[in-house]
C-alpha cells in the first residue's frame, strides 16, 4: 500500500458521503465533497507518476474510484432533476461497454490504465458538474443544456480512444 492507493481509497471511502449529502439535499456539501474527491484523484496520479509509484493495483482501482464517484453524482444529479436521465444512461452504457472490454483484456493479464482520452472526459464531466451545481439556477437554458450533454461528448470520445487501445493489444495478442 503506497499514497497514491491510499489516496484511490479515500476517494472510494468519500462514494458514500457524496450521495448521502444529495440524498440530504446538501448540494454545497456534495460539491465540496466531490471537489476533495477531485483534488486525491489529480494528487493520485501525480505522486505515483513523479515518485515512480504506479502499481497495478492503482491501475485498476483508480478508475473505479472515478466512475464510482463518477456515477454516484450523476445518478444524483438526475434523480434532483439537474440533468436529464438519458445523460446517466448513457454514460452508463459507455462504462459497461469500456469494462467488458478492460475485463476481457484483464484476463489475459493487460491491464490498460488511464490514458488521456478518459483524462480529459473525467476534468470535462467534473468541471460540467460543478458549474452545473453551483450555477444551476443562473444559466441559461440553451447553456445548461450544453453542459448537461458535454459529457456525454467527451464520454463517447474517451471511448473511441479506449476502443483504438483495445483493438491494437486484440491485434498484438494475435
Request: proline fraction near 3%; aromatic fraction near 12%.
Amino acid at each position: 500500500m503506497n499514497i497514491p492507493n491510499i489516496l484511490t481509497l479515500i476517494r472510494i471511502a468519500l462514494i458514500p458521503v457524496t450521495a448521502y449529502m444529495f440524498y440530504l439535499h446538501n448540494i454545497t456539501a456534495a460539491v465540496i465533497v466531490f471537489m476533495v474527491a477531485c483534488v486525491t484523484d489529480i494528487l493520485d496520479g501525480f505522486i505515483a507518476r513523479r515518485f515512480n509509484m504506479v502499481t497495478d493495483l492503482g491501475k485498476v482501482l483508480d478508475p473505479l474510484a472515478d466512475k464510482g464517484m463518477q456515477m454516484t453524482v450523476l445518478f444524483s444529479m438526475a434523480a434532483l432533476s439537474y440533468i436529464p436521465w438519458a445523460v446517466v444512461i448513457v454514460i452508463i452504457c459507455k462504462e459497461l461497454l469500456q469494462f467488458a472490454g478492460g475485463a476481457q483484456l484483464y484476463s489475459s493479464n493487460v491491464i490498460i490504465s488511464a490514458n488521456w482520452y478518459g483524462k480529459v472526459s473525467t476534468v470535462v464531466t467534473s468541471v460540467c458538474v460543478i458549474v452545473i451545481l453551483l450555477f444551476h439556477d443562473f444559466l441559461s437554458p440553451v447553456f445548461l443544456t450544453i453542459l448537461q450533454w458535454l459529457p456525454v461528448l467527451f464520454a463517447a470520445i474517451s471511448l473511441c480512444g479506449y476502443f483504438k487501445i483495445f483493438l491494437s493489444v486484440e491485434k498484438d495478442k494475435n
